[in-house]
């Protein structure tokens, strides 16, 4: 298939929260991380470590996962605030009908803690997307750093170099709760946060989450125009 122009990658892209196995090859993902790469960086410090999970490896991976999860695993054990305790009426209006909407698309009711928990449970299956990658930064440069935001870019250029050629992806910050359990798994340095997962592949069409289009709220609201 033809390439989208950026403009078309941006509107294409969705979080995808149920993928095929169709595979993808290890020589694809490393080229998308090269052009990744291109990324803008203070100073060019380039301050993203990437782990890629695939194969064997990565139903290994899945498996333990579930198991921490199933054991009990502190939902709230990530190393840096996924959600602030000190986040506004706004914010925290838009997150929860985020919620809503994600789990009515998966034909989940409100009341149902089970199904809300087996699609929670989802995302350490990487929604069972053929390739998995992780995303590190330096201690030093992350919570209170501007570099976090640089690690943040790169990402986002990944996403999109990937969803150029027509290939889906979702971020997890989701897999930061189980930094301890992937730090010796993974080979990641003590010396490193890890910040998010991500979820490569190709979105299954019939699966009904993937039909949610998030919305946005109009330029109007969050820019303010001087001297035009």
Known sequence: MAELTVSEAINARQSRRAFLDTPIARETVERLLALASRSPSGSNMQPWTVYVVMGEKLAELKERALEAIAGGVDLGAAEFEIYPAGMSETHTERRMRNADEMFG????????????????????????????????IDRALAVGNGQMAHLGMFIQTLMLAAQAEGIDSCPQEAW??????????????????????????????????NSLRTDRVPVSEFTTFIGA
């Open 105 to 136: 698309a998966a034909g989940i009711a409100r009341d149902d803690k089970a199904g809300r928990m087996m699609q929670m449970a989802a995302n350490f299956r990487f929604f069972d997307a053929p390739v998995g990658l992780f995303f590190t």
């Open 176 to 209: 930061a709760v189980l930094h301890e359990m992937l730090r010796p798994w993974l080979g990641v340095p003590d010396s490193h946060m890890l910040y998010c997962g991500m979820a490569l592949g190709h979105h299954d069409p019939d699966a009904p989450i």
